[in-house]
């Protein structure tokens, strides 16, 4: 059933909801109702609040704890249409019989992921039950809550995806778009060549090749990629680069969304998304994207834009999200530390490089440049 959407909280309580109030002995089945979605309440909202703390304190990542602080607070918003003083009346902590049963497992968390990840089950286990027993009140408290949990869902992939992300995009910088060259053995010693310069990521991106000429050069990336411990990526084609097992798919504003793009590339491979703006790259981030090109930044010979995204847009994503996130479009040497100083470290370029007298020396100063010494350096 798709989630509803929050509306704003009803003065309106059912009366059939507010009788449980009745806490006679000759009323257990409302007293347990009550002290069921209380303790259902406490829960999630604890719960809440731990996967805040790791989105803030581990990832660092500001739309996460947003996202975290949100559902927290519309929660709060959602119970204020229960009865709040008997569901704490009907409190029995000490006769819980529940609260001494537990199991090795709940005693033991491999890291602060799994943290997280337990505390966002609770969550939304604790929500289902919310919206299972708050029905007894009526169908409005218990939609807010059925919307929550959808929304947990979201959170849970959100951060699930950045936490990987960022695992599989550690020390990656420097990532160079290349187009299919004239041939084989052209394509093949420029891959060479931007890898021994310290390029870390690779994407085949050419818009006039034809189908067979690309699949052929991605299979030529992926066999001397994967050598190098290098990515590979197919821009805008995840038919072929599932063909050519290449590890991932680039995507754009105007061609397949994340979803769609990873029914085709499957649940392990990368996909990422071009954004021009803050909101664009928030919608990548619950998408479940990989990672972010970020841009245009500067004008550059490879795309023509009536606007430009710039500098400021560098310096709202580095503030807001931890995804990994490549400023691009003109991007070259000598603008480098203007981009350095928003606060993003990693670029993708084109022609800077890949069409440059040299390609591996001027991948290699580019290198140089974003390793994490010099970048901080230079911010």
Known sequence: ???????????????????????????????????????????????????????RFVLDDGLLTAF???????????????????????????????ASISTEAEGQRGDAWMVALASLKRVQQSLRSLEEYSKIGGADVAGRFETLRYESYTLEKALA???????????????????????AREFESLVVALMAGGAQALQLRDKQADDRTLLARARALVALTRQAGVLAIVNDRPDLATLARADG?????????????????????????????????????????DYIGCGPTFPSQTKSFDAFAGLAFLEQVAAEVRLPAFAIGG????NLPQVLQTGCSR????????????????????????TPDNAAAAS
């Not at 670029?347 to 974003?370: I, N």
């Open 1 to 55: 059933m798709p989630p509803r959407s929050l509306a704003a909280p009803s003065d309106q309580v059912s009366s059939r909801l507010l009788e449980m109030s009745d806490h006679s002995p000759t009323n257990p089945d409302s007293v347990g109702a009550l002290r069921a979605i209380d303790a259902s309440l406490n829960r999630a909202a604890e719960g809440l609040r731990v996967v805040e703390d790791y989105a």
């Open 68 to 98: 975290a602080k949100r559902l927290r607070h519309e929660l709060a918003d959602a119970s204020s249409g229960l009865p709040g003083d008997s569901l704490v009346k009907a409190r029995e902590t000490q006769r819980d019989v529940g």
């Open 161 to 183: 995806a950045t936490r990987s992300a960022i695992e599989r995009f550690d020390g990656v910088r420097l990532y160079v778009l290349v187009g299919a060259c004239g041939d």
């Open 249 to 289: 798919v680039h995507v754009g504003q105007t061609e397949l969304g994340v979803k769609e793009a990873r029914t085709i590339v499957g649940p392990n491979a990368l996909v990422g998304v071009s954004t021009h703006t803050i909101e664009q790259a928030r919608a990548a981030v619950l998408d479940g994207a």
């Open 331 to 334: 991007v070259d040497a000598a």
């Open 347 to 370: 670029v993708a370029v084109s022609a800077a490089v890949a069409q440059a007298a040299d390609p591996g020396a001027a991948a290699k100063l580019l290198a140089k440049a974003l």
